[in-house]
């Protein structure tokens, strides 16, 4: 995929390699320790062309800076809230 997609006029797959870079800089214990990084984006739901441009910039950061990335969703974007119990009064 050589398409760039942009959100707002910025580059989504250079921030979030960026965001990638800077999160395994940040979590590095001393000059020569190497610890496993593992991201998991959670997304509102699989099948949706956002959020598969998005988790595709965050395999291309994974594999430039060595780290393992999941993505995570439900099958459907429903909302799952239980109904409230009705009080008699």
Do not use: W
Request: charged letters at 15%; one cysteine or more.
């Amino acid at each position: 995929m050589t398409a760039t997609t942009t959100q707002g006029g910025h580059d989504v797959k250079k921030t979030l390699i960026a965001l990638a870079a800077g999160l395994a800089l940040s979590t590095a214990t001393g000059a020569y320790a190497q610890e496993e990084i593992d991201i998991v984006f959670i997304g509102k739901n699989t099948g949706n062309p956002y959020f598969d441009s998005l988790t595709q910039g965050f395999v291309d950061a994974c594999e430039q800076i060595a780290c393992n990335f999941e993505f995570v969703a439900p099958a459907t974007a429903e909302a799952c809230v239980p109904k409230r119990p009705t009080v008699a009064t």
